[in-house]
């Protein structure tokens, strides 16, 4: 299988600093998989709820809703966190930095394009609203797959060099901290679904134990039910 996370032809990385490794930064491919993973389904969801059926546009509109405001939180974390982190310590990286930035606007104007979009069809199950949203997050998806796959490749190999774990965690900790529990868990869950099975053990192993135990008891039977409703007649993939 070809891994998706390489250079495209035309593409330089920048130079990665000499020295040990500072972290492990393998836990953005993850996180990158599964937002790719939402907004492929993104399009195909809105335009498969039949016209009028508003039970069915608010729940995939919250869905969705949901999904646009954790790509947010992801984003702004990296953008207190990482980046002047990044332009300070290695500053041979600092035009991919600003290319990272310029996405990250791009993707934000994406967003607040779709959003009253996203809130007329949700109401009103209207499908040429439907339609233009549905081709909004085929937008978006093509921005996001350049985007999520140049930050693996060309940036993460140098904050993995420069930036400590314990500087790296305090991303993971700015979506925990801003992403209510009740949108988390089902969200953990797409997560775990989409992460290939032998990266699951590390993966797991990294999270915060309140958010683990938070899982096992009660998140992983909100995401089992939210992926049913989703995805009626689906199996559901298995979480740890
Ligand atoms: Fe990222």
Redesign the pocket.
Known sequence: MNDFYVTAPGEVAPPVPRGPMLCDGRD?RI??NAFLWGYQQAPVLVRDVAPGDTARSAFVGRWLGDLDATLHV??EG?DQLLWDKLEQRAPACALHVGQMRAQHAQVQEFLRQAAPMLVAWTRTADPDIGEALATAYEELLGVLSTH?RR??VEVVPVAEKVVSQQEWEQ?AEHGLGAIPRSRLMPQLGMLLASTPAQERPGFVEGMPRPVRVMYRLFGRRQFEKQYRLLFPGQPVPRTP
Do not use: Y
Request: aromatic share 0%.
């Open positions: 953005m996180v990158h992801h984003h990296e999520l930050e693996v991303l």
